[in-house]
């Protein structure tokens, strides 16, 4: 009986040493793709936001008329395809659709604030001097907001649309291109940004990445003014 309980226990051990080293191979195999996968992505990700910064440089996020633009898209989007942010919004987080709808409140609210305050964020300040200095008579002086640069946005699952939209808005309004990377856990959702974002904004300046783990972290071994 001990030798039976023996051999039965040692052919255990070993099919499981067996399955494990499989396993542990697989793991390894996988996370080597991964990493194949990354590396080559840094190279596209870096042309693709070198292409970004270029606008950016030229100036033409500064133009408040241009931010409008974009503002305008994200509304007009939102609302043109709200029955596919509730039926995405169900497909990936479930729930009643009241909760769906309900996400549709902060994507069109924010970017209508953002438009109507977007004149007074962007124009210069004259603050009152507190120590007037004869070398500064008849002088004034100003503070003039200016864009940071390109922005990357790394969504969670939770709150796909709103953020991506949220923040989106307020990159908008401030002068900043972003690159939105919306999260692989709600992917019918992502696909709906993509097509927003695609077909009302300019993808010159905003762009949307799909993808998992790979995609995210190539993305974040770029350089960015703000994440």
Not at 4 to 33: L, P
Request: with cysteine; aromatic share 8%; glycine share 8%.
């Amino acid at each position: 009986f001990f030798l039976c309980v023996g051999f039965f226990n040692s052919t255990v051990m070993a099919v499981a040493g067996a399955v494990s080293e499989q396993g542990f191979a697989a793991v390894n195999a996988a996370r080597g793709t991964d990493e194949n996968l990354t590396q080559q992505l840094k190279g596209e990700y870096a042309k693709m936001v070198a292409d970004v910064r270029a606008v950016f440089d030229s100036g033409r996020t500064k133009e408040v008329a241009w931010r409008k633009q974009q503002l305008k898209g994200i509304i007009k989007g939102a609302k043109a395809h709200k029955d596919e942010i509730v039926a995405a919004l169900q497909q990936d987080l479930g729930g009643p659709k009241l909760r769906s709808i309900g996400d549709l409140l902060p994507i069109i609210g924010d970017a209508e604030y953002a438009l109507k305050m977007v004149d007074q964020w962007a124009a210069p300040q004259f603050p009152a001097s507190t120590e007037p200095l004869p070398l500064t008579l008849g002088s004034t002086a100003s503070m003039r907001p200016e864009p940071k640069g390109v922005t990357l946005n790394v969504a969670p699952w939770n709150f796909p649309f709103a953020m991506c939209f949220q923040p989106l808005a307020a990159a908008v309004a401030a002068g900043c291109p972003m690159i939105l990377k919306p999260s692989e856990m709600a992917p019918a959702s992502a696909e709906v940004i993509k097509k927003i974002i695609e077909g009302y904004m300019d993808n010159e300046c905003y762009k949307v990445v799909l993808g998992a783990v790979p995609e995210t972290t190539a993305l974040l071994a770029q350089k960015w003014d703000h994440i």
